[in-house]
Every structure is written in structure tokens, then in C-alpha cells.
């Protein structure tokens, strides 16, 4: 571990640095404070971008919910 690494705390809401919460309540690590600091938008960013990829879409065919051909099984 770096002592240039910066994680988001999910607990607190700010920034920290390698002697910050435990891991599991923490996004990281980011190379830099300012990223950290975006650590919740990125997470939105991908959320956004995942559910709009037809490749990782769970409401379409091929999603484990009978539709494998765009038709109801009989």
C-alpha cells in the first residue's frame, strides 16, 4: 500500500487516506484526492452506463426469466 492512495469513506462521506475506516466501508483506492472525492458519481456514472448496455440489460431475452426467444415458454 501507498501512502498517495485515497479511498472514499462510505461512512463518513469524505476522503481518507490509507489509515482511514475499514475497507469495507470504503471505495478505492484512487490515485488522487480529487478522485476519491468523485468516488459516488463514478459509481452513478457506470450504474447509468450498465443499464443502458444491451449486454448487461436483465429485462431482455436471455435474462433467466423464461424469454429466450422474445416469447413466453408454453
Known amino acids: 500500500m501507498s501512502d498517495n492512495e485515497f479511498w472514499f469513506c ?8 490509507h489509515d482511514g ?3 469495507a466501508d470504503r471505495l478505492g483506492p484512487y ?5 476519491a472525492s468523485r468516488a459516488l458519481e463514478k459509481v ?4 447509468e452506463d450498465w443499464d443502458n448496455d444491451p449486454k448487461w440489460n436483465d429485462d431482455g ?3 433467466g426469466n423464461g424469454l429466450t426467444d422474445g416469447t413466453p415458454d408454453s
Open 61 to 63: 431475452p436471455g435474462s
Open 10 to 17: 462510505l461512512k463518513h462521506h469524505t476522503v481518507e487516506g
Open 44 to 47: 452513478q456514472e457506470r450504474n
Open 21 to 23: 475506516c475499514r475497507n
Open 31 to 35: 490515485a488522487t484526492s480529487e478522485e
